[in-house]
C-alpha cells in the first residue's frame, strides 16, 4: 500500500518570501500524485497533479510541484507567497487507492 | 457531470448512540469510494475504501464500520459512538484506477456529547 508523508507539520514564512512543502511519497508502481490546499472552514481544493511526463507540473495560484522518482519526491513551490496563501496543504498519492499525507500548515506573516 | 452528496452537514449526537453517514455520487460508474476522516488540527487519516459493491477496505481498526450495499452509495457506520469519534468526516470518489484526482463531498461534522 502506499503511503505519503510530509516531514513539515507547521511552516511560517514572510509574505513576498519563497515557499517549498515537502512530500515524500511510498508507492512500488508510477505514482499518481496531488497537492490540495484546504483554508480554514473550506474543503479541499486542487493545486496541482502529476500522472507522466514533464516532472514540473504548473498548478493553480502560482504554485508548482516537481516529480523527483530518485527522492520519491513531490515538493510544492511558490516563488511568492501571498498572505492568503495561509492555509492547509496536503499531499496525496493514487494508483490503488487514495491516501493523504498528515498536511503541512502554512503561516504567512505580513 | 459527476457530483457527490454528503449528509448531513452537521451531527451532535450523544455517546453510545448510533451512526449514519450516507454519500451518494452521481454521473460516474464504478468509483472507488472512500470514507476520511479529519480531527481537530489533524490531517486526513483514510478510515475506509471500496472498489466495488460489498468490497470494502479498512485502514484503521476502530468503532466505524462502512458498507457499499450500490455502486455509488456508501455508508458509514457505528453502533455505538465514543468521544473519540467527533470530527469532520469527508466522503471521495476516485476513478478506479486513483488516477484521477478525488473528488469530495461538503462533509459532515460529528460532535458526540
Known amino acids: 500500500a502506499q503511503s505519503v508523508t510530509q516531514p513539515d507539520i507547521h511552516i511560517t514564512v514572510s509574505e513576498g518570501a519563497s515557499l517549498e512543502l515537502r512530500c515524500n511519497y511510498s508507492y512500488g508502481a508510477t505514482p499518481y500524485l496531488f497537492w490540495y490546499v484546504q483554508s480554514p472552514g473550506q474543503g479541499l481544493q486542487l493545486l496541482l497533479k502529476y500522472f507522466s511526463g514533464d516532472t514540473l507540473v504548473q498548478g493553480i495560484k502560482g504554485f508548482e510541484a516537481e516529480f523527483k522518482r530518485s527522492q520519491s519526491s513531490f515538493n510544492l513551490r511558490k516563488p511568492s507567497v501571498h498572505w492568503s496563501d495561509a492555509a492547509e496543504y496536503f499531499c496525496?498519492?493514487?494508483?490503488?487507492?487514495?491516501?493523504f499525507g498528515p498536511g503541512t500548515r502554512l503561516s504567512v506573516l505580513p | 457531470s459527476q457530483t457527490i452528496h454528503q449528509w448531513p452537514a452537521t451531527l451532535v449526537q450523544p455517546v453510545g448512540s448510533p451512526l449514519s453517514l450516507e454519500c451518494t455520487v452521481e454521473?460516474?460508474?464504478?468509483?472507488?469510494l472512500y470514507w476520511y476522516r479529519q480531527a481537530a488540527g489533524r490531517g486526513l487519516q483514510l478510515l475506509f475504501y471500496s472498489v466495488g459493491i460489498g468490497q470494502i477496505s479498512s485502514e484503521v481498526p476502530q468503532n466505524l464500520s462502512a458498507s457499499r450495499p450500490q455502486d455509488r452509495q456508501f455508508i458509514l457506520s457505528s453502533k455505538k459512538l465514543l468521544l473519540s469519534d467527533s470530527g469532520f468526516y469527508l466522503c471521495?470518489?476516485?476513478?478506479?484506477?486513483?488516477?484521477?484526482?478525488?473528488?469530495f463531498g461538503q462533509g459532515t461534522r460529528l460532535t458526540v456529547v
Open positions: 496525496a498519492v493514487g494508483g490503488q487507492n487514495f491516501v
Open positions: 454521473g460516474t460508474s464504478n468509483p472507488n
Open positions: 471521495a470518489w476516485t476513478d478506479r484506477a486513483a488516477r484521477l484526482e478525488a473528488f
